[in-house]
């Protein structure tokens, strides 16, 4: 193998590794049907509870009407969950572009 290939596979691999590597999302279009933002639950009660779920928190942002918590399980796993505002009612979670959960009656 030639210097220049070994560079090239190299290079390959290590955006390979990169990208597989990073969790993949799916979130579709969530919606909680939350009505005004000034009914929602502080983010501090959402956070807490997400620890009571034994979850590392990464990252909590509004997406559209719902909370969504990009989190880390007790096993590691890289997961993305929506809540409901108001409720704070887990609706929805997300491993690696696949559903791993979703709260009874919850139809998107």
């Known amino acids: 193998m ?3 290939s070994r560079k090239y596979l190299a ?3 290590a955006t390979a590794a990169l990208t597989l590597a990073q969790p993949a999302y ?4 969530v919606k909680c049907k939350a009505g005004p933002s000034k009914n929602w639950q502080p ?4 956070k807490k509870k997400a620890w009571m779920e034994g979850w590392e928190l990464l990252k909590v942002q509004v997406e559209g ?3 969504e918590v990009y989190a880390r399980t007790e096993s590691g796993q890289a997961i ?3 809540f409901h505002p108001v ?3 887990k609706l929805i ?3 690696r572009g696949s559903e791993i959960y979703r709260a009874p009656g919850f139809t998107n």
Not at 43 to 46: F, I, M
């Open 43 to 46: 983010v501090s009660k959402l």
């Open 65 to 67: 009407d719902c909370y």
């Open 2 to 4: 030639n210097r220049i």
């Open 11 to 13: 290079a390959f691999a």
């Open 80 to 82: 993305e969950a929506f």
């Open 26 to 29: 799916a979130d579709g279009d």
């Open 93 to 95: 979670v997300y491993r």
């Open 87 to 89: 409720t704070l009612q």
